[in-house]
């Protein structure tokens, strides 16, 4: 069994045509047909049925799929190893970040990285918590990072670490009724309209947290809007449509401008009255057993080293 044997045949798996798998690999269909004939001869199984011009998959060739695409994936990272071990002179690093950290907080880690490293490719997908941490998990991602919660399921697979923070601040827009308010108390977050991110955001698994910490069920509050994109919320409530709890890293230019603000929330469950504040890490993922690339080392050193710099500064 040859490696080109088992590309060619993931690809008709893929695409259930042996045509189209020609086409996509730059041979000739009888090339394709040889190729999955001699693997099914070798082995005497059937791989695909083929009904008139129907390619169905078999039992058999389920499980060749599965096991050839682990097969080939450990090549790939076999070979990014090798080519990495030249001086980090050129390669590819795999990030999968969350939105706002992805927005607002990784662009100059990448920077820093690349200027030691300019050899070096950058390939970072955003997406929302759940599919960042479901993506590190699967290996899609050399490195995760998060402001949410890992879902309990892929606990155990994945090392967390905490590489940074931020708050989320509650911002209303000029014409809301609190923007001209020096505070608000836990009760009064039930008497406005919210605007919200959507099931699966480190930000609103963070917000409904702090609710549920102050004694406040998230049904409690009149939704109105949920959105999938941190900008499109507050351009939404910067037009005046609700309050929202947004990353202040997100909001900084707005609230110099004036065209949002930041309402404090006071704790009023006690006579102290003290400030309700809603601080997240910043999370760094990692798989606890999958081969880790010299290229996702050095970043994460990087990051480490950044995180250990800021604890010295903020304890002297």
């Known amino acids: 069994m040859r490696l080109d044997q088992l590309r060619i045949f993931l690809t008709v798996a893929q695409q259930l045509h ?10 000739t269909q009888p090339a394709v047909s040889a190729a999955i004939q001699s693997l099914e001869e070798e082995y005497s199984v059937k791989l695909f049925h083929r009904i008139g011009r129907q390619v169905e998959i078999t039992e058999p060739g389920r499980f060749l799929q599965v096991e050839a695409q682990r097969i080939l994936d450990q090549v790939a990272l076999m ?25 607002y907080w990784l662009p100059d880690k990448i920077n820093q990285f690349k200027r030691q490293y300019p050899g ?3 390939n970072c997908t955003l997406a929302n918590t759940e599919e960042i941490c479901a993506g ?92 999938s994109s941190g900008e499109m919320v507050k351009a939404i409530v910067e037009g005046g449509v609700g309050a929202a709890a947004i990353s202040e890293l997100m909001v900084h230019k707005e609230l110099q401008l004036s065209t949002l603000r930041a309402i404090p929330v006071v704790d009023n469950r006690t006579r102290a009255k003290v400030p309700a504040e809603i601080v997240r890490p910043f999370l760094k993922l990692k798989h606890r057993q999958r081969f880790q690339t010299r290229l996702s080392k050095v970043f994460e050193q990087m990051l480490t080293s950044d995180t250990h710099q800021l604890s010295r500064v903020a304890t002297s």
């Not at 931020?166 to 911002?171: F, G, K, N």
């Not at 001209?180 to 947290?209: C, K, N, Y």
Request: proline content about 3%; aromatic content about 8%.
């Open 136 to 227: 590190t998990a699967t290996g899609l991602f050399d490195l995760g990072l998060v402001e949410g919660e890992v879902q309990p399921s892929l606990e155990s697979s994945l090392e967390q670490d905490i590489v940074g923070s931020d708050r989320l601040q509650i911002v209303v827009g000029k014409s809301h009724p609190w923007f001209e308010r020096e505070s608000i108390s836990l009760t009064d977050l039930s008497t406005t309209a919210w605007v919200m991110r959507e099931p699966g955001s480190g930000t609103q698994q963070r917000f409904e947290q702090a609710l549920c910490s102050w004694g406040i069920e998230p049904t409690e509050l009149d939704v109105i809007l949920v959105l």
């Open 120 to 122: 070096i490719f950058v």
């Open 18 to 27: 042996f045509t189209r798998a020609a086409e996509l690999l730059y041979i």
């Open 79 to 103: 070979e990014r190893g090798l080519r990495e071990l030249n001086d980090l002179q050129w390669g590819e690093l795999r990030l999968g970040s969350s939105l706002t950290i992805g927005n």
